[in-house]
């Protein structure tokens, strides 16, 4: 399987290092802005380089691309890989608008490509579990979710017009748990908060947000982000990262950005599941085996998926925004 890696930024990293994993992978080239980054990644893997993604994408001959940009870069990058490659893998969140995302998705129905959007956390087994406990002795109710960390170090993601704000950019993951374990959400309304970060230069993203949410089968759920700490603030409980997926008979815990899990069914009654090594290694094999197959079944999150995760943390960003807080429906 040939691949072809657009980004290099961290999270390029981290699929590399999982593709070394996978025996049938074989990264061909990395095109990036940042070339410098670009040559020292693909030195160890004997990879072309490019500082566009057009003439790799028409050069190479490739099975697949990885698309690991913030989310504004996206549009016409997905209707040249639907062009040119079966398969696409596309970093969190898809875009930040979802009149690009629907014209992704026209692109990438109208050629057949096999797409996943890396909501990793889907693979993990403490999910999983979570998922399979809701479906068999009751429906998950609750969800508390936070996502109170430090802001992000690139340019882009303290722009609001690039990243599209940290409930979108970075919780994103807690609230596509909860609906991939507990079901549609449907309805949201959120406050935000600004003025604590006049130090940063070009700081247009909110300071902390709150978000409640309704879900499709009766459950809610709360959501908070806040990227203004400077340090000293506790993994927990209320800072750091964190979700609480709660039914009648059960509670799940994950913590961490590696979302190590619990699960509490009594008052001592508590199993620890053990993190994957690398869940980044996972999803991306079910990915390309996916392509290679042309069967998509086994991946967890598709393009259209990604979308309704991405209409969540939009409807909310309006709410907060545009909106007063007043309840927004979640709509595609």
């Known amino acids: 399987m040939k691949i072809g890696i657009i980004g290099t930024g961290f999270v390029a990293e981290l699929h ?19 070339t410098v980054r670009a040559h020292e990644l693909a030195e160890p893997l004997g990879a072309n380089v490019y500082e566009h993604w057009l003439p ?9 691309a990885f698309i690991l940009l913030p989310p504004h870069l996206h549009g016409d990058l997905e209707r040249a890989c639907s062009e040119h490659v079966k398969g696409v893998l596309i970093e969190k969140p898809i875009t930040q608008s979802l009149e690009t995302a629907h014209r992704c998705l026209e692109y990438f129905e109208k050629a057949g490509t096999i797409v996943s959007v890396a909501y990793m956390n889907r693979y993990r087994a403490g999910v999983s579990r979570a998922k399979s406990l809701f479906k ?9 979710g936070f996502w109170v960390t430090q802001m992000p170090p690139p340019l882009w993601w303290r722009k609001f017009e690039q990243s599209g704000g940290q409930f979108t950019e970075q919780c994103t993951h807690l609230v ?4 991939y374990t507990i079901g549609e ?3 949201v309304s959120a406050y935000r908060m600004n003025g604590n970060m006049e130090e940063v230069p070009e700081f247009s993203v909110d300071d902390a947000m709150v978000v409640n949410a309704k879900f499709e089968n009766g459950a809610i759920g709360t959501f908070a982000t806040g990227c203004f700490p400077l340090g000293g603030h506790p993994e927990s409980p209320g800072g750091g990262i964190g979700l609480s997926l709660s039914s009648r008979q059960h509670r799940i815990t994950f913590s961490g950005w590696h979302m190590d899990a619990a699960v509490h069914s009594g008052s001592e009654d508590t199993l620890e599941i053990p993190r994957e090594e690398n869940i980044f290694a996972i999803q991306d094999q079910v990915f390309l085996d996916a392509v290679a197959t042309h069967d998509p079944s086994k991946i967890r ?5 990604g979308m309704k995760t991405l209409a969540v943390t939009m409807a909310a960003t309006d709410s907060a925004r545009m909106n007063d807080g007043k309840p927004i429906k979640v709509n595609l």
């Open 136 to 144: 068999s002795s009751g429906p998950g109710l609750l969800a508390n």
């Open 56 to 64: 790799m994408l028409e050069k190479e001959d490739l099975d697949a």
């Open 185 to 187: 959400i449907t309805e």
């Open 16 to 34: 590399l290092e999982a593709l070394k994993q996978i025996e049938t992978a074989e990264v061909s080239a990395i095109a990036g802005r940042n």
């Open 176 to 179: 596509d748990i909860s609906r």
């Open 301 to 305: 999150s598709s393009y259209r998926d």
